[in-house]
């Protein structure tokens, strides 16, 4: 991993203390990672709810339409419903894509996901095509994990893919 990635795992652990507020913590973690990760244009972070993904928290230059994604649509849907990373460095070319912003080329999605069990996903949209390689999967997924963690401690549910 890159300094700034293993800079940001540090800066979770210290703000990932028992009894911490969930929902400040998502608050805080979208204005990290696009204010330390400079390809990293818009960055989200949605929850299962249900059948539903819901925006929880965002950072970026504009706020998007899609603040409820059903589980079954768009890149965010797939990673949600399949507890996999979606990792798309061409968002015109793929068909699953549902646009939230004119100037978006490619779209990280990383389930925040604690063994089987989704509790929701860290979304980045970036304006330069294939902006996210692996190092980015390790670092979110990491990232992910770790907020899963906190998730679970909340009370949170999230969902169990298949
Ligand atoms: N593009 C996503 C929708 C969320 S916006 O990027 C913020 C998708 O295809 O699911």
């Known amino acids: 991993m890159q300094p700034s990635q293993l800079r940001s795992l540090a800066w979770l652990d210290a ?17 990290h990672l696009r204010a330390e990760h400079p390809h990293y244009h818009w960055v989200g972070i949605y929850m299962v709810e249900g059948a539903l993904l819901r925006l929880w ?5 504009a706020a998007t339409q899609h603040v409820e994604i059903p589980l079954d649509q768009g890149v965010c849907g797939y990673a949600a419903s399949t507890g996999s990373i979606a ?11 549902l646009q939230c912003f004119l100037g978006t080329r ?24 294939a902006a996210f390689d692996d190092s980015d999967e390790a670092f979110l997924s990491a990232f992910g994990s770790r907020l899963a963690e906190l998730a679970a401690d909340a009370g949170l549910q999230g969902h169990v893919p298949g």
Do not use: C, K, T
């Open 87 to 97: 990792n798309v460095p061409d968002v015109d070319q793929d068909p699953r894509y």
């Open 15 to 31: 703000r990932a203390l028992p009894g911490a507020s969930f929902r400040e913590l998502a608050e805080e973690a979208v204005r």
């Open 57 to 61: 928290s965002w950072d970026g230059p």
């Open 106 to 129: 490619s779209e990280l999605v990383v389930p925040i996901r604690a063994g089987e069990r989704v509790f929701g996903e860290i979304d980045i949209d970036s304006d330069r095509l």
